[in-house]
């Protein structure tokens, strides 16, 4: 489903990659978390996805953008047709030309792409000091420890720097951040988004569900490229002993 998807997003994960190499090597490495979707056997869990998503809605996109979504990808993540269909037609993009040559908004649709926050770099710089929000769909593959460096990034703001520390204007003290400031202020915070499955409402909940959902966004394919690894394996194991016992029948005469 993902295939051009992924395509196109390899070259955008290497220039990514290789932008943020020198500012990423300035950070402490973050402390490794226990991922379900990590490892040969790894999946992905659901319920953390559909949560990460609403989490995303409520908390990030409106500085960030989902560049290499499209909204009928979201069944990826367990959502029906139909409610991808609704979620869709909460948002509005350009379409167009009509008719006497003019562009106009419509409700989306399933086939759009997630529409970005802002319409240029530079709009997104003046609303945000300077600042420009990175695109997010493959953030855990360009950063180094990706998975454990969001987490860690989202849960590690502090009210106040540490003794010595002195913050330039604008600037908000994240432990796990290059250089320890950081231009996004919390975007988090217990309690600010509901969830209606009774899953605990904290930070540290909030940036596990995220990054599960972010993990997905940039490795849609991992589930099947997992249970086709291990086929592969399965594979090979069944073939070693094939071979061995016609290797040992093939012999035995000589032996």
Same mark, same amino acid.
């Given at each position: 489903?993902?295939?051009?998807?992924?395509?196109? +997003?390899? %070259? #955008?994960?290497?220039?990514?990659?290789?932008?943020?190499?020198?500012? &990423? /090597?300035? $950070?402490?490495?973050?402390? @490794?978390?226990?991922?379900?979707?990590?490892?040969?056997?790894?999946?992905?869990?659901?319920?953390?996805?559909?949560?990460?998503?609403?989490?995303?809605?409520?908390?990030?996109?409106?500085?960030?953008?989902?560049?290499?979504?499209?909204?009928?990808?979201?069944?990826?993540?367990?959502?029906?047709?139909?409610?991808?269909?609704?979620?869709?037609?909460?948002?509005?993009?350009?379409?167009?030309?009509?008719?006497?040559?003019?562009?106009?908004?419509?409700? +989306?649709? %399933? #086939?759009?792409?997630?529409?970005?926050?802002?319409?240029?770099?530079? &709009? /997104?710089? $003046?609303?945000?000091?300077? @600042?420009?929000?990175?695109?997010?769909?493959?953030?855990?593959?360009?950063?180094?420890?990706?998975?454990?460096?969001?987490?860690?990034?989202?849960?590690?703001?502090?009210?106040?720097?540490?003794?010595?520390?002195?913050?330039?204007?604008?600037?908000?003290?994240?432990?796990?951040?290059?250089?320890?400031?950081?231009?996004?202020?919390?975007?988090?915070?217990?309690?600010?988004?509901?969830?209606?499955?009774?899953?605990?409402?904290?930070?540290?909940?909030? +940036?596990?569900?995220?990054?599960?959902?972010?993990?997905?966004?940039?490795?849609?394919?991992?589930?099947?490229?997992?249970?086709?690894?291990?086929?592969?394996?399965?594979?090979?194991?069944?073939?070693?002993?094939?071979?061995?016992?016609?290797?040992?029948?093939?012999?035995?005469?000589?032996?």
């Amino acid at each position: 489903m993902f295939t051009r998807i992924t395509t196109i +997003a390899a %070259a #955008a994960v290497t220039a990514i990659s290789v932008a943020t190499t020198a500012f &990423a /090597a300035e $950070a402490p490495r973050p402390p @490794a978390q226990d991922w379900g979707f990590s490892g040969l056997f790894g999946t992905f869990d659901r319920g953390a996805q559909q949560r990460g998503f609403q989490v995303f809605q409520q908390a990030c996109q409106s500085c960030h953008a989902l560049e290499f979504i499209h909204f009928r990808n979201l069944t990826g993540i367990g959502l029906s047709p139909e409610e991808v269909e609704a979620i869709a037609a909460e948002y509005q993009v350009e379409d167009g030309p009509d008719d006497f040559g003019d562009m106009f908004m419509r409700p +989306a649709r %399933a #086939a759009d792409r997630v529409p970005p926050p802002f319409p240029n770099e530079a &709009a /997104a710089r $003046a609303a945000n000091n300077g @600042a420009y929000p990175p695109e997010l769909s493959l953030m855990t593959r360009a950063r180094f420890h990706g998975h454990d460096y969001l987490y860690a990034l989202l849960t590690g703001y502090r009210d106040e720097p540490p003794e010595g520390v002195e913050l330039m204007p604008g600037m908000y003290f994240n432990e796990w951040f290059g250089g320890q400031q950081i231009a996004m202020p919390p975007p988090l915070f217990d309690g600010a988004i509901t969830y209606e499955d009774g899953t605990p409402e904290t930070v540290e909940q909030y +940036a596990r569900d995220l990054v599960t959902f972010l993990a997905w966004t940039a490795e849609p394919e991992l589930e099947e490229r997992n249970r086709l690894g291990v086929k592969v394996v399965l594979f090979v194991i069944v073939l070693t002993g094939l071979l061995f016992a016609l290797k040992k029948k093939i012999w035995s005469d000589v032996h």
